[in-house]
């Protein structure tokens, strides 16, 4: 089954635009954090997530596909960050890190300034090696 959401030719900046100024503001220092820690320009992937890199991940089921080393995508309610790696391995970073939520691999706050953002950038340097590690 192929994944809905694909990396395409859509303007970063133009989808930012669109965004009330608080929520831009936040974005761009996200676009700062994830740039210096991928290396990488950032890319759409569908309407709303903006992704950094790219890995090819293959399941034992068979399941395989493309994904981005890490992301964020500027909600309507609050922020998601995806941390592909999971939590498991970093609870201790999660208790620093501030007012926030998870799911599988999702990380979701209100406001960046809810959030240590050392402790962030730790959290995603730790999650972007592990996938490298393990898929390239």
């Known amino acids: 089954m192929a994944l809905k959401t694909q990396p395409h030719d859509g303007s970063v900046s133009e989808f930012l635009d669109t965004l009330d100024e608080k929520k831009k503001a ?3 220092e996200l676009l700062t954090i994830m740039k210096e820690l991928t ?3 950032p890319r759409m992937w569908g309407p709303s997530i903006v992704g950094f890199g790219k890995y090819h991940y293959v399941y ?3 399941t395989e596909g493309d994904w981005f080393l890490t992301g964020f995508s500027p909600r ?3 922020f998601s960050v995806y941390v592909m790696d999971g939590f498991k391995k970093h609870a ?4 620093k890190l501030g007012k926030h939520k998870t799911s599988v691999s999702c990380l979701y706050f ?5 959030l240590d953002k050392g402790v962030l950038k730790k959290l995603l340097r730790a999650s972007i090696r592990n996938i490298q590690k393990k898929y390239c």
Do not use: P, T
């Open 110 to 114: 209100n406001r960046l300034e809810d």
């Open 76 to 78: 309507k309610r609050n």
């Open 60 to 62: 034992e089921s068979g």
């Open 39 to 41: 290396e990488e320009e």
């Open 26 to 28: 936040d974005c761009k």
């Open 92 to 95: 201790s970073l999660l208790e």
